[in-house]
């Protein structure tokens, strides 16, 4: 398990994202972009946990789950046509909309990390000294 299986696995999940939004032809409404960052979230938190946990620490983690989840974004963000707002502004829109969904990815983050080993999603760490077998 390496930070190349994170990379592998974070392009996987942002090709099948492209695929989806393309079947959608540009009908992706603001909630349905939002569930879709959302569950990019929970599956990147997983995706390094699983492919790097031992080998990151928590700071490196979150860094490597910030940069894939701005990919994500990207890719969600210029498929949302904002019909209030004309095509001229969009792109400064997006950039926009970018940085305040990255300010909340980053709370979002924390919290699903929270959640995760609070309900043993993860599993707990081994103090020094001791096992985990009983």
Known sequence: MSLEDIKTGAQALIDN????????????????????????????????????????????????????????IDVVVVAVDVPFVPELVEKQFDVFIKKFLMAIASGSIDALVSTFHSTNVFPPKEEEGKANDV
């Open 17 to 72: 994202l492209k695929v989806k939004l393309a079947e959608l032809k540009g009908r992706l409404s603001l909630s349905s972009a939002w569930k879709i960052i959302q569950e990019s979230l929970a599956k990147v938190v997983l995706l390094i946990e699983q492919k790097a946990g031992e080998v990151l620490s928590g700071p490196d983690k979150k860094a490597a789950a910030m940069l894939i989840i701005s990919n994500v």
